[in-house]
């Protein structure tokens, strides 16, 4: 009972910041009437960063984090990464020393607070039910992430694992669209314990001292523009066994011992 209240008290707590630091939307306002643009990204990546550190930090939760220096610090690249909870997303948001969209549900750009911030870090809001535009979209992604330098995550296994022991279920084949599109190298993410986060049962059996969460980060791995569809095949499966095998070798056992 108490491990289950305290993790929805920290779930509010995280909305609740989150709403808070609209306080600050009349500056980024003005900043970028005034042209500096420059000065509204730095900012937002400070408000995105601290919040998602907290975020982690109400959930008594530990992050280690390998191979931060395989990340480049500016120009564009795109992220992948395994899925395993929502936690994934304010994880990679506030470990990994870069901003970075993602493409998210139409229904969370209905949550006011939530749908300012999401595009203030350049997330894209997209239909799955129409392949046609998704696809157009990922072209205007692509190309918005290339001329503004920007980093952009995503989950090619299209969902977060239903696997009880977290497995990596299969990459969709359009994952390697929006790197391939406009040639934009790949850093492979592998993360391990946030699917923990979220349960109750498990949060209320193991201690703060023992919650933690792993990110391994891999070298970049350049992306031709414009590959074929058996090149995008041969890359997107070395993508997703770098993924893999980091991923095997970061798991954490949360089991009551």
């Excluded at 910041?17 to 939307?25: F, R």
């Excluded at 509204?40 to 960063?49: F, H, L, M, Q, T």
């Excluded at 982690?56 to 984090?65: A, D, H, K, M, S």
């Excluded at 610090?73 to 948001?93: E, F, K, T, Y």
């Amino acid at each position: 009972m108490w491990a289950a209240l305290k993790l929805y008290l920290g779930y509010a707590a995280i909305l609740v910041e989150m709403v808070a630091h609209l306080t600050v939307v009349p500056l980024l306002w003005w900043d970028r009437l005034c042209g500096r643009d420059a000065e509204v990204e730095r900012r937002v990546e400070r408000i995105a960063s601290s919040w998602a550190q907290r975020s982690l930090g109400y959930l008594q939760c530990r992050v280690e984090v390998e191979g931060l220096e395989h990340l480049p610090r500016s120009g564009a690249v795109i992220l992948m990464a395994n899925h395993q909870s929502l936690l994934d997303i304010p994880l990679c948001l506030g470990f990994l020393g870069r901003t970075m969209g993602f493409v998210a549900k139409r229904e969370l750009f209905r949550v006011p607070a939530l749908s300012y911030w999401m595009r203030q870090i350049h997330c894209a809001n997209m239909d799955r039910a129409d392949i046609r535009s998704s696809g157009k979209l990922l072209e205007t992604i692509s190309r918005q992430v290339r001329e503004g330098g920007y980093a952009f995550l995503i989950f090619p296994e299209g969902t977060r694992t239903r696997h009880p022991e977290g497995e990596i279920g299969p990459f969709r084949r359009g994952a390697l669209r929006l790197a391939a599109s406009e040639g934009i190298p790949v850093v492979p993410i592998s993360v391990d314990g946030t699917r923990f986060l979220v349960k109750t049962q498990v949060l209320r059996a193991i201690p703060p001292e023992r919650r933690v969460v792993r990110v391994r980060v891999a070298p970049p791995v350049p992306v031709a523009q414009g590959l074929s569809a058996p090149e995008s095949k041969r890359l997107m499966e070395q993508i997703r066994h770098t993924i893999v095998s980091n991923w095997h070798a970061i798991r954490i056992d949360w089991r009551v011992r």
